[in-house]
């Protein structure tokens, strides 16, 4: 799904909730008609060519609806979908014309990197009860991305086993899609009724349209708007899937001046799923690893207030994420997550049981054995045993009106005799079809070793929402006590008090090169309770759509940030441009400078500039070619002293040679840190979890060995060198 933002309100005190319930009983009846595919006696061969009479016969809708950049206008090429299925599959086809064939993106590219290229989404609700969808992405090539939409967040690691096919021709192109019914979750009932929103992006021309149309007072509001879908008389699996997998690595380290081998070996994990229902699943784990096998992208890391955000990559990790997303302000406030499990830096072990326990209810439990020695825990003495941390997380979410709920959370990190546990509720009512509200309220008590209490702290925040086609609209606030700490979930600051509203007018010129403007006027005040000082953020923003595949955004605040007990001033502007200049060449770039604090033990104001600049160049379907520049430096005010110019540019080439295996090579220059990383990868990926990977990467340093330690100069010496095999298979029953 493109930029889908509905931001379910969040916050409230427990005292509201039963007004809350009553409230949330406005109910928008979905008023298209239920489809009703196609039985196929015989299942159509999945190569993108829609010659099988199935397809003749099969129901189809064409009455596709834009709502980018504008709601309600027919999309201006002509799309036709059909509907089928069997005992044991879903399938799609569809026809997507084009009178400009040689102007369609599309790039046979490695899953999940599709976002950029035309496409054809299929978003299903597989319950039928509006809290959220799968979302199945398509190119004209047959490639696929998938990805996972929740509590208005998408969770773009999330991947399905599916088979997909597409062609190019002289009308357009063609697509075929089939999804095992082993490969979702979904009620046990005959019929089963599920919900569906297809989706055309013509790219060039930055135009997303919908069947059914998406209603202008809901806004872009997906999981509300599906179309009922019912199958008669389908297989209900248990479903059982193993993936072991095997890795062998070799690494290699600067010591003393010398490049000396420091491990070797082949280490083995397994992860499985047993359905204990079609809406009940147990995963279990041992020895987890990266299923994307990438380093994370560089990114500025010196003078930070908050830690660094990196997404979750692992299998076991990644089934069943979305229901773990917090409602409330988890994206305008700084607390953003409850369970980040990137936290759990190095399982051992983990066994997680989620699904649907009843209609409305949902149900997820997780533990998992986290191994310290990798993490940041003290070094382990030569043979002794491993240190561990035990995570436990229980997740429960029942459904009320359309995407409405209310739910809880528990968590607990438990290290020795120090331990985290974070309590609490959240939810969204919705008050009509175009506004919600959403919250949190939570506590948390932390024990430290040889501490003889647990400090107990405090988080609830509130946000209204509304979204309509004209109009968006956000009142909220949160607050958050200096003793308010999660271990497991990601926190940017605690000790804040604030209040926040947004307001955000749309407009669409029926002439010119413009074809919408969307702008924001945000006000927030922030106490900052270690302090009692208020500070202010104050912006007026606006985001221009042009004709075809150009966009600008700028802005200007007025702003001041409490650290360290002192009050600083942090106002500045902003302004980002991203074209698709070609159909193979894309830029983007984007320049922010501001007054901004230099966060230390003895804090002090100065300024920063920080941009980015990236290019894009596909010379072919199978080249991919990308170059990215990262900048930021700081001068201090007083004096105009600069304390560092930080840079990264990464190139990143790849090829795909089919749509199963490809060669990557990423070259990464810090020049804060006069590192070079080099990253080479071949990829075989039959489906997700069946795959084979060669890779190889080195470090180099501006450093030499003097004789007693590393000195700065200026030529290049490899000081970190890997090789790793890694080989998985995912066997499912």
């Not at 988890?330 to 369970?339: D, F, Y």
Request: proline share 4%.
């Amino acid at each position: 799904m493109t930029s889908r933002r509905f931001t379910p309100c969040r916050g409230a005190a427990s005292g509201l909730l039963a007004i809350l319930v009553v409230l949330g009983g406005a109910t928008a009846a979905r008023g298209a008609d239920t489809v009703h595919p196609l039985r196929a006696s015989t299942p159509p061969i999945i190569d993108g060519r829609l010659d099988e009479v199935l397809w003749q016969n099969a129901p189809s809708a064409s009455n596709f609806k834009t709502w980018l950049p504008d709601y309600g206008a027919d999309l201006s090429e002509r799309t036709i979908v059909y509907y089928a299925y069997d005992a044991e599959n879903l399938y799609f086809a569809i026809r997507a014309f084009d009178r400009e064939p040689s102007r369609i993106k599309a790039s046979m590219a490695s899953r999940d990197n599709t976002r950029q290229d035309d496409w054809i989404c299929i978003n299903l609700d597989s319950f039928n009860d509006q809290q959220a969808l799968y979302s199945f992405y398509v190119n004209p090539l047959g490639i696929q991305s998938d990805s996972r939409f929740a509590a208005n967040k998408e969770d773009l690691g999330f991947d399905a086993v599916w088979y997909s096919a597409g062609r190019i021709d002289e009308q357009g192109y063609t697509v075929e899609v089939r999804i095992p019914f082993k490969s979702i979750r979904y009620t046990r009932k005959n019929p089963v009724t599920m919900g569906v929103i297809v989706e055309r992006m013509i790219s060039r021309k930055s135009e997303d349209g919908t069947v059914p149309g998406l209603d202008p007072r809901m806004g872009m509001n997906f999981v509300i708007q599906t179309q009922p879908i019912e199958f008669a008389d389908i297989r209900h699996y248990t479903l059982l899937e193993v993936l072991p997998a095997a890795t062998y690595s070799r690494q290699h380290a600067a010591q003393a001046g010398q490049l000396r081998q420091t491990s070797s070996g082949a280490d083995v994990g397994v992860t499985a799923k047993f359905g204990i229902t079609a809406e009940l699943t147990v995963d279990g784990t041992y020895n987890p690893d990266f299923s994307q096998v990438e380093a994370d992208a560089g990114q500025i890391d010196v003078n930070l207030r908050a830690p660094l955000y990196f997404p979750e990559k692992r299998p076991f990790f990644l089934e069943g994420q979305d229901v773990f997303n917090l409602g409330g302000p988890a994206q305008t406030g700084p607390l953003q997550a409850v369970v980040h499990t990137r936290t759990i830096g190095d399982p051992l072990t983990g066994v997680k049981l989620s699904g649907k326990v009843s209609r409305r209810d949902t149900l997820s439990v997780l533990y998992a054995a986290d191994e310290l020695a990798a993490t940041g825990g003290s070094p382990r003495r030569p043979g002794a045993e491993p240190d561990y941390a035990h995570v436990t997380v229980l997740r429960y979410k029942h459904a009320l009106n359309q995407d409405a709920y209310l739910g809880g959370f528990v968590t607990d990190r438990e290290q020795g005799s120090a331990f985290n546990r974070v309590a609490g509720g959240d939810g969204t009512i919705r008050l009509s079809d175009s506004a919600a509200l959403g919250f949190y309220a939570l506590g948390s008590a932390t024990g430290v070793d040889n501490e003889p209490s647990a400090a107990a702290g405090r988080a609830v925040g509130v946000e209204y929402f509304r979204d309509t086609r004209n109009l968006a609209l956000t009142f909220g606030g949160n607050d958050i006590s200096r003793e308010f700490a999660t271990e497991t979930g990601y926190l940017t600051r605690n000790g804040v008090t604030s209040v926040r509203a947004i307001v955000g007018p749309k407009f669409y010129p029926s002439r010119g090169i413009v074809r919408r403007i969307e702008t924001s006027l945000t006000t927030e005040q922030t106490r900052d309770a270690f302090s009692g000082i208020w500070e202010t953020f104050n912006q007026a923003s606006a985001t221009v759509r042009f004709r075809g595949a150009i966009s600008w955004q700028s802005a200007y605040h007025l702003s001041s940030e409490v650290f360290s007990g002192k009050k600083f001033g942090t106002s500045g502007f902003s302004t980002t441009v991203s074209a698709q200049v070609t159909k193979r060449v894309r830029l983007s770039g984007s320049v922010a400078g501001r007054d901004a604090i230099y966060y230390s033990t003895e804090p002090f104001g100065g300024h920063t500039v920080q941009a980015v600049a990236a290019v894009v160049y596909q010379p072919s379907e199978q080249w991919y070619q990308q170059v990215s520049v990262t900048y930021a430096n700081f001068d201090r005010a007083s004096g105009g002293e600069r304390l560092y110019d930080y840079a990264i540019a990464r190139s990143k080439t790849s090829f795909q040679l089919n749509r199963f295996l490809f060669f990557r090579a990423i070259l990464e220059y810090n020049s804060f840190r006069r590192q070079l990383l080099t990253d080479f990868l071949a990829s075989f990926t039959y489906i997700p979890g069946t795959v084979l990977f060669a890779g190889y990467g080195s470090l180099y340093e501006r450093t030499r060995w003097d004789g007693l330690e590393n000195v700065r100069v200026q030529s290049l010496r490899e000081v970190r060198r890997g090789l790793f095999l890694k080989a998985s298979y995912n066997w499912r029953l």
